[in-house]
């Protein structure tokens, strides 16, 4: 099998696979839940030796109204201190922060074909599904819990 088939099949084994997505920059493009309700896209950009397993989320409207309300010092220490934590899962992420308030986070990593393997494969997805958890519970923690009812969108079209 090749480095495509593999890829779904590894998917397909653990029914992570919810998506084949076209996108004609990439070799390939899955949509994958992992865990459950949670949207990751694994993609094989065109004319690179990676697949890159990304997760876009943007913040509640609920969290958005509650980090409006903190004082400036507060929402200061949570962008630095989500850095910090962010920097600690060895993952690629990008935040954006519009007047100290952030609307949106996308995380990142990549496995090169040379160290592609399922097991690889699925630590990877863990670490971006862990690093978008900490997220999420490091404004729960700063900036105060939402009811069980409010979900967090998984807005994952970043790859277009």
Known sequence: M??????RQWLSDEDFLREVKYD?????????????????????????????????????????????????????DF?????????????DYELQVSQ??????????????DGLTKNELIRTLKRVFKSKLHCIWLIDQKFGSLPVNVTHSNENDMFI
């Open 79 to 91: 962008i630095m201190e989500l850095n910090f934590g962010l920097n600690s899962f060895l993952v």
């Open 2 to 7: 090749n480095l495509e088939e593999n890829v």
């Open 100 to 113: 100290d308030i952030l609307q949106q986070f996308v995380i990142t990593d990549q496995i090169f074909e």
């Open 24 to 76: 004609e920059n990439a070799d390939f493009h899955y949509i994958v839940e992992f865990p459950k309700d949670n949207i990751i896209d694994v993609v094989k950009p065109s004319g690179k030796d990676c697949v890159i397993i990304a997760c876009a989320t943007q913040v509640a409207p609920q969290h958005l109204d509650l980090m409006n309300k903190a004082d400036k010092k507060t929402q200061k």
